[in-house]
């Protein structure tokens, strides 16, 4: 009984510490990497010069400010004219063309606040027909694809696990997806858990696209 107790009160322990040192982790990482902007101030200028020690986080809060900044200044008229400028002059290279194309096509896809991708939970039958999985819907096929695809198909993202970040793109029939009434945070948080926090039922599912 006494051993019963002692691995019921590590477990308890584990429970709360290891979420708390990945969060402490994956945070320590991100703050890390934008500490880098630091290096673009002039040496005399940066925190631990001026203060005497170094302060964790001074680049994030200077990462922010430059990201906000940039916003700031692309929304006006003489902003919009320069962001022209730069992608005509970006065009004008290669193989820097290619990349910056085609990461632009797809930031503007994500973040887009009109666009679709990722807005939508799905529910898939994906390997196979006997088996369903978590995807979001990223859009509809476009370019020549629509000219072999029979009906009406949509485009979606099938996300592995535990990272997210890697995945499948498929085309699927709009009739086979079933939208989910679940958010894609709630999404998200069920396939790293690997199924493990599954989300409230909400009072709605709709079945087709």
């Given at each position: 009984m006494r051993g019963q107790l002692i691995k019921r009160y590590f477990i308890t322990g584990l429970?709360?510490?290891?979420?708390?040192?990945?969060t402490g982790w994956v945070l320590s990482m991100i703050v890390s990497t934008l500490d880098q902007s630091l290096r673009l101030l002039p040496e005399s200028i940066h925190p631990e010069h001026l203060v005497g020690f170094a302060i964790p986080g001074a680049g994030a809060v200077l990462t922010l400010l430059m990201i906000l900044l940039t916003g700031l200044l692309?929304?006006?008229?003489?902003?919009?004219?320069?962001?022209?400028?730069?992608?005509?002059?970006?065009a004008r290279i290669p193989v820097v063309n290619s990349v910056y194309n085609s990461v632009k096509q797809v930031s503007d896809t994500l973040f887009s606040p009109n666009g679709n991708a990722f807005r939508q939970a799905l529910l898939v039958r994906y390997p196979h027909q006997d088996s369903l999985?978590?995807?979001?819907?990223?859009?509809?096929?476009?370019?020549?694809v629509v000219n072999h695809l029979d009906g009406d198909y949509v485009s979606v993202y099938v996300p592995t696990t535990p990272n997210p970040t890697s995945g499948f793109f498929l085309m699927m029939p709009a009739?086979?997806?079933?939208?989910?009434?679940?958010?894609?945070?709630?999404a998200l948080k069920y396939i790293i858990s690997m199924g493990v926090v599954a989300?409230?039922?909400?009072?709605?599912?709709?079945?087709?696209?």
């Open positions: 429970l709360i510490w290891v979420p708390l040192v990945i692309a929304a006006n008229f003489i902003g919009q004219k320069l962001v022209v400028w730069w992608e005509k002059l970006l999985t978590i995807a979001f819907l990223t859009g509809q096929p476009g370019g020549d009739k086979d997806v079933i939208e989910l009434d679940m958010t894609v945070d709630e989300p409230q039922p909400h009072a709605r599912i709709t079945t087709n696209i």
